[in-house]
Nanobody, 131 residues
Framework: QVQLVESGGGSVRTGGSLKLTCAAS??????????MSWFRQVSGKEREGVGH????????????AAKGRFTISQDNAPNNGNKMVFLQMNNLMPEDTAMYYC??????????????????WGQGTQVTVST
């Protein structure tokens, strides 16, 4: 099993920053969470990919909406199944308001991302950006 717990959401004004954290754990996490990703979803809309990172080599992919403002990183601990990844979000805009989800899988999709690529999900953390 893999458990993912997100934290760090909140409310900020336009132009502000937030840093989200996703903590992985579980008996299968070392193998099944080698690719850790971030998605977001506005109520009533489809879940949208933000970006992902391959834990082994830190190779990252960003969706167009995230490029230039969002940065994904990981902690320095070895991959023993308790990795943490981060989503640093800068210059936030009202359209970034969404529930942000962490998701994980054994491999990263190449040059794209979709919810079906990931088998493990956290409960989400709300980000609200006001004017």
């Amino acid at each position: 099993q893999v458990q993912l717990v997100e934290s760090g959401g909140g409310s900020v004004r336009t132009g502000g920053s937030l840093k989200l954290t996703c903590a992985a754990s579980g008996s299968a996490a070392r193998l099944m969470s080698k690719c850790m990703s971030w998605f977001r979803q506005v109520s009533g809309k489809e879940r949208e990919g933000v970006g992902h990172i391959f834990i082994t080599d830190s190779k990252m992919y960003y969706a167009d909406a995230a490029k230039g403002r969002f940065t994904i990183s990981q902690d320095n601990a070895p991959n023993n199944g308790n990795k943490m990844v981060f989503l640093q979000m800068n210059n936030l805009m009202p359209e970034d308001t969404a529930m942000y989800y962490c998701a994980a899988g054994p491999i990263c999709p190449i040059a794209h991302m979709a919810p079906g690529d990931f088998g493990y999900w956290g409960q989400g953390t709300q980000v609200t950006v006001s004017t």
